[in-house]
């Protein structure tokens, strides 16, 4: 988030943290995750080559816990338990 602040030159970027943070569940990443999503890396990256690790620490922590993704990120756009948003 930090990144895309800097970029598109935010005011206040404290402001939109804060409102991510007060509008959000901050899960803990455990080895269980890490190591499930080091897994699904493998099988992710066979219909998206460039998908990430953060992406998939997101995505099987998401699924691990019972939690619709909410997200725009053409990587997520056709995989289960996903809202994808335009």
């Not at 990144?3 to 455990?30: F, G, M, Q």
């Not at 080091?38 to 998206?48: I, M, V």
Request: charged share 20%; net charge negative.
């Amino acid at each position: 988030m930090a990144c895309w602040l800097e970029r598109n030159h935010a005011t206040a970027p404290e402001a939109y943290i804060n409102t991510v943070k007060e509008s959000s569940t901050i899960l803990d990443i455990t080895e269980e995750i890490a190591t499930g999503a080091g897994k699904n890396l493998c099988e992710l990256r066979k219909t998206a080559p460039d998908f990430g690790m953060i992406d998939a620490i997101i995505y099987t922590q998401a699924a691990s816990s019972g939690i619709q993704l909410l997200t725009g990120d053409p990587h997520f756009k056709k995989l289960a338990n996903v809202e994808f948003v335009e």
